[in-house]
């Protein structure tokens, strides 16, 4: 007979499978977020996963085709599906088809995981999860201004303390008019300009030596792969590299954003000032600049030439959320953390369904990503990490286990997560499980106990501390750190005791 098949149980690559203390801590984080999205007026939207090929479009950051970088398949009737690879582009597709029955402006919120299908790596997954918000049929940039202000707001509220990030924003106009002074300019030159834009875009990972190769030559990474670059000579890769480096193009300063063109390259400066494009977005960034000082988030959100994003559909202001506290690398070298939301205005997306201009803009929190963010920062939600409490089963006769669950019950019913123990191993292997399940307290009642009306109640985040300072064994059982008696009828107020005691360092309440 055939040898039965055992398929090897192996994950993707690219993908992480995710288990319960850091679930919790994901879904406390975006109930955070979400309470903030509300608070600004924005309602949830939902889409689908999959979306028409053609309706998602050609705007990947780092591929040039619909079908390379996203997951696709062709459905029985031929058309062609593919995983959303963001949740912008399927909101352009829902506004464009329930455009006359939506209010305008339309603000919305979504939350779901996107797909890409590259070449996956450290931090690098092809399932991933975001959060956006936006706002659709504003043309002023004052909503550009908000969703900054409302970035800012954000990771307030999840934890990330003010002074420990900051929110950038730039202007794709200004991009546009710095393009069209050195040459790039026109639709011929479509291809150079998302490669020089692709190029700007990873100052923050390889610094001005890498973004330098990636405007010329190219550049050959650690692992040997080749990025083609955009080809660019010495004098056109300057006036990019003295902006990305605050040496000229433009900065920012007390009385809004002024021009200082470096490098004393006097045709480029006068094709820089006369430019249309240009003069526009400088005038948006002065208006942004004005919004945020009379709303009072100066000092949160800045005007920085290095914003570039990577999406090719971006049209005006663009603003990336970026935390300024450093982690070690892989190396162990201190680095900043980096980026963990961004966007942009997004005018011509909706457009490419309907014909007509339709303004928008938003931004998109990477979650995963602030989820280690907050690690890094010791922010993560304590009670979100905690399991349930474990009530032990000490006797196995059927009245025992109707008591068991009887506190069970109890404990639930006063809105307490609480678990009976459902094995068939003893109380050292009952123990070990309540600690592996990251339980903040199992109950123990034997028939001693019970004979007294009473139940053990053992704190083990609490016990685990004391049991650190005793070193003899001996000491230990006779001590039975953090073990108490209480009253059957005072169970409950026992445990919300011991949860108490938990969320008190997490409020600065306790030593």
């Not at 997951?71 to 029985?76: A, K, L």
């Not at 597709?93 to 996956?120: C, F, I, M, Q, T």
């Not at 056109?236 to 590299?241: H, T, Y």
């Amino acid at each position: 007979m055939a040898k039965e098949f055992k398929p090897k149980a192996r994950l993707p690559r690219g993908l992480a499978d995710r288990t319960g203390a850091e679930l919790s801590a994901t879904r406390s984080m975006l109930e955070k977020i979400r309470a903030v999205y509300e608070l600004y007026g924005f309602e949830p939207l939902e889409t689908p996963a999959f979306e028409y090929t053609d309706a998602l479009g050609k705007f990947l950051p780092d591929q040039d085709r619909p079908n390379a970088g996203v997951f696709s398949f062709q459905d029985d009737d031929e058309q062609w599906l593919s995983l959303r690879y963001d949740l912008t582009a399927p909101l352009a597709r829902y506004v464009a088809e329930h455009h006359d029955a939506l209010p305008r402006p339309y603000r919305s919120y979504r939350a779901g995981y996107v797909y890409r299908n590259e070449k996956p790596g450290p931090g690098r997954f092809r399932q991933f999860m975001q959060f956006d918000a936006d706002t659709v049929g504003a043309p002023s940039v004052s909503a550009d201004a908000e969703i900054c202000m409302m970035a800012a707001d954000t990771l307030e509220a999840v934890g990330v303390p003010r002074g420990s990030y900051v929110v950038k924003v730039n202007n794709r106009k200004v991009l546009d008019g710095v393009m069209e002074a050195i040459g790039l300019g026109g639709d011929d030159n479509a291809g150079r300009r998302l490669t020089v834009l692709r190029a700007v875009d990873k100052f923050d990972k390889f610094g001005l030596e890498g973004v330098a190769l990636l405007l010329g030559p190219g550049r050959k990474d650690e692992s040997g792969d080749f990025t083609k670059g955009a080809g660019l000579d010495a004098r056109q890769s300057a006036l990019i590299l003295d902006m990305l480096s605050g040496a000229g193009a433009f900065r920012a300063d007390a009385e809004g954003v002024s021009i200082e063109i470096g490098g004393g390259d006097i045709a480029l400066a006068a094709a820089l000032v006369s430019n249309a494009a240009f003069a526009e977005g400088m005038a948006e960034l002065r208006e942004i600049a004005a919004l945020l000082a009379a709303a009072g988030y100066q000092d949160r959100v800045k005007i920085d030439p290095s914003v570039v994003r990577g999406l090719e559909y971006y049209t005006g202001p663009v603003y990336e959320a970026e935390l300024t506290f450093e982690i070690k690398d892989e190396d162990g070298r201190p680095v900043r953390f980096g980026s963990v939301a961004g966007g942009g205005r997004y005018d011509g997306l909706v457009a490419r369904f309907r014909g007509e201009k339709v303004p928008a803009t938003g931004f998109s929190i990477g979650v995963s990503r602030l989820l280690a963010a907050l690690a890094a920062l010791g922010k993560l939600d304590a009670d979100a990490q905690l399991g349930p409490v474990v009530v032990l089963v000490m006797d196995k006769e059927p009245a025992r286990i109707a008591d068991y669950m009887a506190m069970v019950s109890q404990l639930r019913a006063n809105g307490i997560r609480a678990e009976m123990y459902l094995g068939g191993a003893g109380m050292k292997a009952q123990m070990k499980y309540a600690d592996r399940r990251g339980a903040p307290a199992v109950i123990i009642q034997g028939s001693n106990e019970k004979a007294a009306g009473e139940v053990q109640v053992k704190d083990l985040v609490e016990g685990a501390r004391i049991a650190a300072s005793i070193a003899d064994n001996a000491e230990y059982r006779a001590a039975r750190p953090a073990q108490f008696a209480v009253k059957e009828s005072e169970l409950v107020a026992a445990i919300r005791d011991v949860l108490e005691r938990r969320a008190a360092p997490s409020l600065g309440l306790a030593d």
